[in-house]
C-alpha cells in the first residue's frame, strides 16, 4: 500500500492528462482527490488506465467499501463505483 501510495504522487505530478484540455473534464482529478480523502490510513489509491480513459484505482479492507462506494456515488452518480475483487 505504501507503494501504491508513492506511486500516486509521482502519477498526479508528473501526468499531464488527469485533467483533459481539450474538455477541461475534472473529474478524475475529483475522484483522485476523494478517494485521498476518504482512504486516507485506510487504504490506497491510484490513477488507472490514463487521464483520457482513465478511472479511479482504489485498495481498501472490503468491510470499507460499502461506506466508500456510498460517498463516491453521491459526487459520480450511481453506479459509478463498483467493486473487483481479488481472490
Known amino acids: 500500500v505504501k507503494s501504491l501510495h508513492f506511486?500516486?504522487?509521482k502519477c498526479e505530478n508528473l501526468l499531464n492528462n488527469i485533467v483533459t484540455s481539450s474538455t477541461d473534464d475534472t473529474r478524475?482529478?475529483?475522484g483522485l482527490n476523494r478517494s485521498?480523502?476518504?482512504l486516507s490510513?485506510?487504504?490506497a489509491w491510484r490513477v488507472h488506465g490514463g487521464g483520457f480513459a482513465g478511472c479511479v484505482q482504489a485498495l481498501m479492507p472490503s468491510?470499507?467499501?460499502p461506506f466508500y462506494r456510498a460517498e463516491m456515488e453521491k459526487t459520480f452518480g450511481a453506479g459509478s463505483c463498483f467493486a473487483i475483487q481479488l481472490v
Open 7 to 9: 506511486i500516486e504522487e
Open 28 to 30: 478524475l482529478l475529483e
Open 36 to 38: 485521498a480523502e476518504l
Open 41 to 43: 490510513g485506510k487504504g
Open 63 to 65: 468491510d470499507y467499501f
